[in-house]
């Protein structure tokens, strides 16, 4: 009778006429008050209009009555998941496929769950399993490429995600995920379809390329089997490599970050130059190497042959212009070389090369010339345009700005473009824990970005905070007026740009949402004199990023600083690059790890990292102290490449701590990890205001 009862109910429950079908399960459950399936079906019931606690219980009952029943268990896991109690969810789930191994939504379910708790390799299996059952299906595929690629590895994640961009070719984010992937891949032999892969991703234009610099280097080094550290170069012999695509994509669209192939670049752009009769099929070669060089702001070492003889050269083009010379072959060949160790508008003649047409000249000058011409006196322009909020006078901030003014940092050339998400979404993201404000949903949506420097950090934000305004804020010009250029280009146009003094923006005069300052207050004179600025610019209960620099993790780096002290050695390009040359050649070996950052490979950034007119460092405790001092709260350390392993590892390490939050443990942590730091020179972390302050 009951068994007839509850088919009907099901049917009208399918049907989605959830009154009826409600009616007749209460039925049974009058007449048989534990009735395990008209119990679990109501609770279904339950769960689709949203009551998921009343799920619970009366699907815990239906469990109490048959526990050997999967789908109970199954059903049970989703409301459990609504309510957030995802562990439980996971046993439940697990129950579900060991009594029916085939409930192919259970283990669905289960995959997501244990990948949304960061469980990678616990949730990768089942995501193979649900794979053989759909070996096209673009989401198991895709989530099995970042999977692997979190868990190091690389070369299983890049299958994935090729097979995923066979079925969607146009989907940024696989693309995204392939590249990445492709990217952290030690190559130990040389692979077309490595190289094909990496081609293409140095063509990819929403991608740092950045990422493949090391990978692309490792990979020429693998095929062209020369001796990288060879006095001459047979320039002959090298027609193969000149050629090579990968090697030219290296050069125009990255900064060179290995140092076997930098010494012999530099060699190879000594001997073209100081070579007689360069030859036509070299030039597009030494257009690329001249990119390379705009790239990296001339950073290769030059000898006092190639400075004598560039500066005649110089003289040479110059007096050419002057006299109305013709733009012929000769002239062009002259532009090129001298491209090789200077940007062209630092020629005398700038202004009348400026107006000739970019299309008269030959393609191999095209780039040079709207790169290292061009884009300068946009940027020019875009200077004069740049609003000022404050004076610059505090004597430190004069002498930063002076740095930044000379070498805007930091030097990026192309960026991950993710697509736009809201700031609300993102702050949920990443503050998964915090109760969000309501005011991260309601106009005006401002964020205040102090030290903005050329804008990498700032535009990667725009897109992230898609419907907020940006306010970015730097003591450098020259920097802001890179960033803006960039901005136009990817067409952001969410961020304003003001040139000012941190220490005085309570001219502003409003509270922002959010205020991120990274790498900023650390290279102010009394960085926490800067940071109570931005907290009373801080709205209370908004959110504030604080990058700082770590003692332990620029170890290497104050040896360095203390050698160039030493040495008395000045910022000028001319003392950085015979510097960087002797630790290139191997005289620094106790400090030699930190050629491992890649801003050792670019005039600004080696400036920035070891040629730094002021810096401080801080240990986790003297961080906790300044935190305390502004009387915010601590919302925890971020971190980028491996985000979740590092968390994981975190976890798994400090139980006790589970909203990651405990000084004490992250000390404990740094030291036994004192890589992860490292590679971010330091701490990385988010505060809030409370809402009493
Ligand atoms: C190392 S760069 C970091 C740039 C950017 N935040 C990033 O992470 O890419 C430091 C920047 O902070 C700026 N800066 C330093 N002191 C400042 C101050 N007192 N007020 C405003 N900007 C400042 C410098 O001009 C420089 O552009």
Same mark, same amino acid.
């Given at each position: 009778m009951n068994s007839n009862i509850l088919t009907e109910a099901l049917r009208h429950h399918e049907a989605g006429r959830l009154e009826k079908a409600e009616a007749l399960y209460r039925k049974i459950l009058a007449q048989e008050p534990n009735q395990p399936d008209a119990l679990h079906l109501l609770g279904v019931l339950a769960h689709q209009r949203g009551d998921c606690e009343g799920a619970v219980t009366l699907i815990r009952q239906a469990i109490a009555g048959? /526990?050997?029943?999967p789908t109970f268990h199954m059903h049970l896991g989703q409301a459990l998941m609504a309510l957030g109690q995802m562990e439980e969810a996971v046993r439940h789930y697990k129950t579900a496929l060991k009594l029916e191994p085939s409930l192919t939504p259970a283990r669905y379910q289960l995959a997501n769950t244990l990948l949304a708790l960061g469980r990678l390799k616990e949730a990768g299996p089942h995501y193979e399993a649900l794979l053989a059952l759909e070996p096209t299906n673009v989401e198991f595929l895709a989530k099995l490429g970042a999977i692997k690629s979190d868990c190091g590895h690389m070369k299983e994640a890049c299958t994935y995600f090729e097979a995923a961009l066979r079925q969607l070719p146009d989907n940024a984010l696989i693309q995204t995920g392939l590249f990445h992937a492709l990217a952290r891949i030690q190559p130990e032999a040389y692979e077309a379809h490595h190289v094909a892969l990496m081609e293409k991703g140095l063509a990819?234009?929403?991608?740092? %390329?950045?990422?493949f610099a090391r990978p692309a280097a490792g990979l020429l080094k693998q095929k062209y +089997?020369?001796?990288?550290? $060879?006095?001459?170069?047979?320039l002959k012999c090298k027609d193969g490599l000149l050629s090579d695509g990968l090697l030219r994509a290296l050069l125009k669209k990255t900064v060179n970050a290995d140092g076997e192939l930098e010494l012999f670049l530099t060699r190879l752009r000594r001997q073209f130059f100081l070579a007689?009769?360069?030859?036509?099929?070299h030039f597009p070669f030494l257009s690329a190497l001249a990119e390379q060089g705009f790239n990296n702001e001339y950073v290769f070492w030059v000898s006092e042959e190639e400075e004598a003889k560039w500066a005649s050269l110089k003289a040479d083009i110059e007096s050419n212009l002057v006299s $109305?010379? /013709?733009?012929?072959e000769a002239f062009f060949r002259k532009l090129l070389l001298f491209a090789l160790y200077a940007p062209? %508008?630092?020629? $005398?003649i700038a202004e009348k090369l400026k =107006?000739?047409?970019?299309?008269?000249?030959?393609d191999y000058l095209q780039p040079i010339v709207q790169r290292t011409l061009l884009d300068w006196f946009e940027e020019q322009e875009i200077k004069d345009e740049i609003p000022s909020?404050?004076?610059?006078?505090d004597a430190t901030s004069r002498a930063v700005q002076s740095q930044y003014e000379e070498n805007p940092y930091? +030097?990026?050339? *192309?960026? =991950? +473009? @993710?697509p736009p998400s809201t700031l609300a979404g993102t702050m949920a993201q990443l503050h998964p824990q915090a109760t969000l404000p309501s005011f991260l949903k309601e106009p005006p949506l401002e964020v205040l970005i102090a030290g *903005?420097?050329?804008?990498k950090h700032v535009i990667l934000r725009a897109l992230s905070y898609g419907d907020a305004k940006i306010t970015a804020v730097d003591l450098s010009k020259s920097s802001m007026a890179y960033a803006r250029r960039m901005a136009k280009a990817l067409n952001i146009k969410n961020i304003e740009f003001h040139q000012g003094d941190i220490l005085d923006l =309570?001219?502003?005069g409003r509270q922002f949402p959010v205020i991120e300052c990274a790498g900023?207050?650390? %290279?102010?004179? @009394?960085p926490e004199k800067g940071w109570s600025v931005l907290t009373r610019l801080l709205r209370p209960g908004g959110f504030m990023l604080i990058g700082l620099y770590g003692e332990a993790a620029r170890k290497d780096i104050v040896q360095a600083r203390k050698r160039i002290q030493e040495l008395d050695l000045q910022p000028t390009a001319k003392d950085i690059r015979n510097f960087r040359r002797e630790m290139l050649l191997g005289?620094? @070996?106790?400090?030699? =790890?930190?050629?491992?950052? %890649?801003?050792?490979?670019a005039l600004s950034g080696c400036r920035d990292l070891i040629f730094h007119v002021q810096e401080h460092r801080y240990t986790i405790p003297e961080i906790q102290k300044m935190i305390d001092g502004q009387s915010l709260d601590f919302l925890g350390f971020q971190f980028y490449e491996g985000a979740l392993s590092i968390k994981n590892l975190y976890r798994k390490e400090y139980p006790a701590d589970p909203s990651m939050t405990d000084f004490s443990s992250w000390e404990r942590f740094e030291k036994a990890h004192p890589e992860i730091f490292i590679e971010m020179l330091g701490y990385l972390f988010w505060c809030r205001k409370p809402v009493a302050n």
């Open positions: 048959n /526990p050997s029943a990819f234009p929403d991608i740092a %390329h950045q990422i +089997r020369t001796d990288w550290k $060879a006095t001459e170069v047979d007689e009769g360069v030859v036509k099929a $109305a010379g /013709p733009l012929d062209l %508008h630092t020629l $005398a =107006d000739v047409s970019l299309v008269t000249w030959p909020l404050t004076k610059i006078e930091p +030097r990026w050339l *192309s960026i =991950d +473009r @993710e *903005s420097g050329t804008g =309570d001219c502003l900023v207050l650390h %290279h102010m004179k @009394e005289k620094y @070996e106790d400090f030699s =790890d930190l050629m491992v950052f %890649h801003d050792f490979f």
